[in-house]
């Protein structure tokens, strides 16, 4: 049982969380997609791209980390 003190600020909280619907694709299409999306912007983040593309943030990064590994696109700390 959730309290009254409690349950409005987990309320307030879920009240904010983004939902979206992913996109399933081949894998082939969906690096192609990224490289695109990554060439479009000066800098990004993983996170970006998963949310924008609506693609899976797990699938993202190691799409990513391949593209980083053919040096097509670079770190920037």
């Known amino acids: ?36 999306y990554i060439k479009k912007k000066d800098v990004t983040y993983t996170s970006n791209i998963a949310d924008n593309l609506r693609l899976d943030y797990k699938l993202v990064v190691k799409i990513v980390r391949e593209l980083w590994g053919e040096k097509k696109v670079e770190e920037v700390r």
């Open 1 to 36: 049982m959730i309290r009254p003190k409690v349950a409005a600020p987990i309320l307030e909280k879920t009240a904010k969380i983004k939902v979206v619907k992913l996109r399933d694709m081949p894998k082939q299409k969906a690096k192609q997609e990224i490289l695109d």
